[in-house]
T-cell receptor, first 115, second 111 residues
């Protein structure tokens, strides 16, 4: 596609509900990143994939958060038993070779509201 | 650990005035530094990046930033603000394989 696509754009979940957020990176991009952006804050790193390999998941806030990219393309961020503190915009970015050498392109994000 | 600090969560300028958004980094090695802009309900868009090729980096929309090692700074400037520049601006540094962002500065442009 022309850019990074994220779906849904908006999600309202009841506390305790499981949610799945999807990211379609730019075709051919090797690197994929997930960030969490709370209201009024900068994006916080969650996890990083190179192809299908999850190279860094140190930013995932708890074991309720899980990300996968099984075929090295589309990625899904799953949050189990959502809590109010999970309310944020979740951003996905992709790049050809990571941030150092090539530009990373960000999707518009999924705004998650837990009520 | 590499990180960035943005001084001033809100900056307000008049249209046509100089824009100066401050960013300081902490790094034990030469960093890769970036400025991104975020418009309401949009993703992040790259303005410019420093990769040690030149200390003065020119970006899109008339923005530029100067890397000053002695001051550990990478401030973003634009000589003349335009109404369309109103947005949130983020300074970022690459740490290992991922990027770490500052808290952001909201730029308001008054007519």
């Amino acid at each position: 596609g022309a850019g990074v696509s994220q779906s849904p754009r908006y999600k309202v979940a009841k506390r305790g509900q499981d949610v799945a957020l999807r990211c379609d990176p730019i075709s051919g991009h090797v690197s994929l990143f997930w960030y969490q952006q709370a209201l009024g804050q900068g994006p916080e790193f969650l996890t990083y994939f190179q192809n299908e390999a999850q190279l860094d998941k140190s930013g995932l806030p708890s074991d309720r958060f899980f990300a996968e990219r099984p075929e090295g393309s589309v990625s899904t961020l799953k949050i189990q038993r959502t809590q109010q503190e999970d309310s944020a915009v979740y951003l996905c970015a992709s790049s050809q070779q990571g941030f150092r050498n090539t530009e990373a392109f960000f999707g518009q994000g999924t705004r998650l509201t837990v009520v | 650990a590499q990180s960035v600090t943005q001084l001033g969560s809100h900056v307000s300028v008049s249209e046509g005035a100089l824009v100066l958004l401050r960013c300081n980094y902490s790094s034990s090695v030469p960093p890769y530094l970036f400025w991104y802009v975020q418009y309401p309900n949009q993703g992040l868009q790259l303005l410019l990046k420093y990769t040690s090729a030149a200390t003065l980096v020119k970006g899109i929309n008339g923005f530029e930033a100067e890397f000053k090692k002695s001051e550990t700074s990478f401030h973003l400037t634009k000589p003349s603000a335009h109404m369309s520049d109103a947005a949130e601006y983020f300074c970022a540094v690459v740490r290992g394989g991922d990027m770490r962002f500052g808290a952001g500065t909201r730029l308001t442009v008054k007519p």
